[in-house]
C-alpha cells in the first residue's frame, strides 16, 4: 500500500509510526526518497536519486521503477488490488464543503523563459506542483463584495489574504504558517454587473520568509518568495449571493537559502469553480470571466 510522509513530521513523531520510519531509514538511510518495506518492517528496495525529478522525460521515472521492481521480485508474487476509480480530493478546487469550506486548487511551476508569448521550448518550465489553500465559511466571503456596483472595490481581510501562503512553495513545503508572511495585499474590483452576474477583478502581492530550523539542518538560514498577481477575474450570483468561480495568476520569484539565493522565476494560479467546469473550461450556464 503506497503511504507518503511528511519528513519533518514522521521523524518527531514518537508514536508506533514515527519507529516504523526510524527503523526503516537505519536500514538504508537517506534524506528524503522511495523505500520498499515489507510488513515486517524489511527494506526490500530504495530509490533516492530525486536530481532528474523535474526532467520532462521521464528519467526519474524509469530509474525509480527499475530500483523498486528488485523489491518487488524478493517480496514475491503480488496480487494486484482491485479498486474502482475515485476522486481522492473532492473538493479540491470545486465546491463548497458541508461546513462551508472551500478549497481553492494551486498550481506551481518553475518558468524558465522570458518570452511567454510562444510556446516555450522544452525544458524551460519545471515540474508541476499541486497544492490547496482552504478558506474557513468566516474566510470565503472576503472574496465577494459587499456591495455589488459597477467600479466597486474591496480590500480582501488581511488574515484572509495570509491563507494564501501555499502557493509561494515551488516545491518542497517550505512555507508552512501565516506567520511567515512579510507582507500581503488583495483587492477586488467590480468591472461590470450583467444578466444577474457581477463580473470581478483582483490585483495584489504576497511574499514571505522563512527561517530554517535544526530539524531542517538550515538553523540560522533563510529563504524567502514573493509573487505578483498579474490579473485575477472571478464571478459571483446576485441572485444566490455567491461567488461562482474564481482563478488567480501569480509571478513570483523564489530566493532560496545562501548562497542559492538568485532570484528563480516561478508561475502560481490559484482556480475554483462552484461547479465542475466542462471540457473546454467554462462552467456550464456561466457567463466566461471578463
Not at 500500500?1 to 537505519?26: H, T
Not at 498550481?107 to 518550465?125: A, C, E, H, I, Y
Not at 512579510?182 to 502581492?205: C, D, N, P
Given at each position: 500500500?503506497?503511504?507518503?510522509?511528511?519528513?519533518?513530521?514522521?521523524?518527531?513523531?514518537?508514536?508506533?509510526?514515527?519507529?516504523?520510519?526510524?527503523?526503516?531509514?537505519?536500514q538504508k538511510p537517506n534524506?528524503?526518497?522511495?523505500?520498499?518495506?515489507?510488513?515486517?518492517?524489511?527494506?526490500?528496495?530504495?530509490?533516492?536519486?530525486?536530481?532528474?525529478?523535474?526532467?520532462?522525460?521521464?528519467?526519474?521515472?524509469?530509474?525509480?521503477?527499475?530500483?523498486?521492481?528488485?523489491?518487488?521480485?524478493?517480496?514475491?508474487?503480488?496480487?494486484?488490488?482491485?479498486?474502482?476509480?475515485?476522486?481522492?480530493?473532492?473538493?479540491?478546487?470545486?465546491?463548497?464543503?458541508?461546513?462551508?469550506?472551500?478549497?481553492?486548487?494551486?498550481?506551481?511551476?518553475?518558468?524558465?523563459?522570458?518570452?511567454?508569448?510562444?510556446?516555450?521550448?522544452?525544458?524551460?518550465?519545471?515540474?508541476?506542483?499541486?497544492?490547496?489553500?482552504?478558506?474557513?465559511?468566516?474566510?470565503?466571503?472576503?472574496?465577494?463584495?459587499?456591495?455589488?456596483?459597477?467600479?466597486?472595490?474591496?480590500?480582501?481581510?488581511?488574515?484572509?489574504?495570509?491563507?494564501?501562503?501555499?502557493?509561494?512553495?515551488?516545491?518542497?513545503?517550505?512555507?508552512?504558517?501565516?506567520?511567515?508572511?512579510?507582507?500581503?495585499?488583495?483587492?477586488?474590483?467590480?468591472?461590470?454587473?450583467?444578466?444577474?452576474?457581477?463580473?470581478?477583478?483582483?490585483?495584489?502581492?504576497?511574499?514571505?520568509?522563512?527561517?530554517?530550523?535544526?530539524?531542517?539542518?538550515?538553523?540560522?538560514?533563510?529563504?524567502?518568495?514573493?509573487?505578483?498577481?498579474?490579473?485575477?477575474?472571478?464571478?459571483?450570483?446576485?441572485?444566490?449571493?455567491?461567488?461562482?468561480?474564481?482563478?488567480l495568476v501569480f509571478d513570483?520569484?523564489?530566493?532560496?537559502?545562501?548562497?542559492?539565493?538568485?532570484?528563480?522565476?516561478?508561475?502560481?494560479?490559484?482556480?475554483?469553480?462552484?461547479?465542475?467546469?466542462?471540457?473546454?473550461?467554462?462552467?456550464?450556464?456561466?457567463?466566461?470571466?471578463?
Open positions: 500500500m503506497p503511504v507518503a510522509l511528511n519528513l519533518y513530521k514522521i521523524r518527531e513523531d514518537k508514536s508506533v509510526a514515527g519507529d516504523f520510519f526510524r527503523s526503516v531509514q537505519k534524506y528524503q526518497g522511495l523505500w520498499l518495506v515489507s510488513p515486517e518492517g524489511k527494506v526490500l528496495a530504495a530509490h533516492q536519486d530525486m536530481s532528474s525529478m523535474a526532467d520532462p522525460g521521464g528519467q526519474w521515472a524509469r530509474t525509480a521503477l527499475a530500483d523498486l521492481e528488485g523489491g518487488l521480485k524478493v517480496f514475491g508474487p503480488v496480487t494486484p488490488r482491485q479498486v474502482g476509480r475515485f476522486q481522492a480530493l473532492p473538493h479540491r478546487g470545486v465546491g463548497t464543503q458541508p461546513d462551508g469550506r472551500v478549497t481553492l486548487a494551486v498550481t506551481d511551476r518553475w518558468v524558465f523563459v522570458k518570452d511567454l508569448s510562444r510556446d516555450p521550448p522544452p525544458g524551460s518550465l519545471g515540474a508541476t506542483v499541486l497544492d490547496s489553500i482552504t478558506l474557513t465559511a468566516e474566510q470565503w466571503p472576503g472574496l465577494a463584495p459587499a456591495h455589488v456596483q459597477a467600479a466597486n472595490q474591496w480590500t480582501v481581510p488581511e488574515a484572509t489574504a495570509r491563507k494564501f501562503f501555499p502557493l509561494l512553495s515551488t516545491g518542497d513545503t517550505v512555507f508552512r504558517d501565516v506567520k511567515e508572511v512579510t507582507s500581503v495585499r488583495l483587492m477586488g474590483r467590480v468591472e461590470k454587473v450583467e444578466g444577474g452576474f457581477a463580473h470581478l477583478a483582483y490585483e495584489g502581492a504576497i511574499a514571505a520568509t522563512h527561517w530554517g530550523t535544526k530539524n531542517e539542518g538550515k538553523e540560522g538560514k533563510w529563504c524567502s518568495s514573493a509573487a505578483k498577481l498579474l490579473g485575477g477575474v472571478g464571478v459571483y450570483e446576485l441572485k444566490s449571493g455567491k461567488m461562482l468561480t474564481l482563478k513570483g520569484r523564489f530566493r532560496n537559502y545562501a548562497p542559492y539565493d538568485a532570484p528563480a522565476p516561478f508561475g502560481a494560479v490559484v482556480e475554483w469553480s462552484q461547479e465542475p467546469a466542462k471540457r473546454q473550461g467554462i462552467v456550464a450556464g456561466l457567463p466566461t470571466p471578463r
